[in-house]
């Protein structure tokens, strides 16, 4: 089994791939992938032979190769569907975000509690939370975003998981509860200010 | 100098044992931080160990010491302010995200280019994009959230950069060239989709 954090460099990796790519290069040592991501030249040679991708010492790993790799480890086979809940600023900006549908995620629909937004002629429909468990069964979505005020994200959370949902994008603060087989995700973004403020630093004394 | 990897671990950590915290618990062990994190035990002692923190291998780890620990490598002494530029949907959002708060940094202006939004009396006032540097020096700012379309997202990244902006939160989908000294943190959401995707796919194979 690969850890979530295996996972997450791997995805990182084929931004940073597709970076160099897209800027004309054909090959790139480990060296410089880490140096871009801030991973050892060492984890990055584990993370690719623990996924089988083997590069050649003296040339480097060819991109597109590595890429094509990535993108095996995480083939899907048709586009999935995703389920929004919370129809705010937030969740609003998430619908037009363009990274989803770049990876084949599509937002179809989403799910609020005020009944001023429920309605179909929107970017995708808005439905009441009751409608939830038909919405996930009759589209096959096995992820939902949640995206609510931090005092209804358990319940939206037990609400998504009673429908069948295996895999959840958390955009709480809270940190939620729910079986073994579902899959959470946080995004925690005031760590990320802390992660950026500590590295900040850390250049400065170093100069 | 430690990783970005190492950082981000780290502050996840602090998250799970206040949580962990909030449920009672007093002490841990690195095999349970690690199975809710999905971090193997032995990364977890790995990482603890660098930054000083030890544990009772009986007892396991003191779980307020931990915190301790932890909050004091990223010690800030002041609240740290933080210029957000593109005040659309994702903008406005992170505006009312409280989670920046909780970690005392604090988005004190708003830039846009949209003359209609440029207005004092939202709940952060917000200016145009030739007032930045005034701000940025004004409010001694180190830290940018970028959230515009991907067209203008290097734009802004280099103005930032000449109004000497250190730290980039970076929510575009593009990959933003800087100088070294400079640290920029990607959001991407798409990859947050795609490693859940994964790990589904995964449970319901070893079922």
Redesign the interface.
């Known amino acids: ?5 295996n ?3 791997l ?2 990796y ?3 791939l597709t ?1 160099f790519q897209e800027l004309g290069f054909e090959t790139i040592y480990s060296y410089n992938l880490g140096k871009h ?4 030249a060492e ?1 990055i040679r584990k993370d690719f032979s623990k996924f089988n991708i083997r590069g050649n010492k003296k040339a480097g790993y060819n991109i597109e190769e590595l890429i094509t790799a990535i993108n095996k ?2 083939k ?1 086979n048709s586009p ?1 569907n ?1 389920l929004l809940i919370g129809y ?3 969740g ?3 619908i ?5 549908s ?2 084949m ?1 599509h937002i179809i629909a989403a799910i609020d509690i005020d009944p001023s937004k429920h309605k179909r002629k929107t970017l995708v429909p808005v439905f009441p939370p009751e409608k939830a468990p038909e919405i996930i069964k009759k589209h096959k979505i ?2 939902g975003i949640i995206a609510v005020p ?1 005092i209804a994200a358990q319940e939206v959370c037990n609400l998504l998981v009673k429908a069948g949902i ?4 958390n955009f709480s ?1 809270l ?1 939620l509860k729910a079986p073994e ?1 579902v ?1 959470i ?16 630093q ?3 004394k ?2």
Not at 1 to 5: D, I, T
Not at 96 to 100: A, I, Q, R, T, V
Not at 166 to 169: A, D, F, S, T, Y
């Open positions: 089994m690969y850890l979530r954090s996972i997450t460099r995805l990182q084929r931004s940073c970076k991501i801030g991973v050892s984890q480890i995480f899907k999935q995703v705010g600023n937030l609003q900006s998430l037009k975000y363009k990274g989803f770049r990876s995620f096995t992820i931090d295996k895999g959840i994008l603060s940190v087989d899959q995700n946080n995004i925690n973004l005031g760590n990320e200010l802390e992660a950026i403020f500590y590295h900040i850390l250049k400065q170093n100069i």
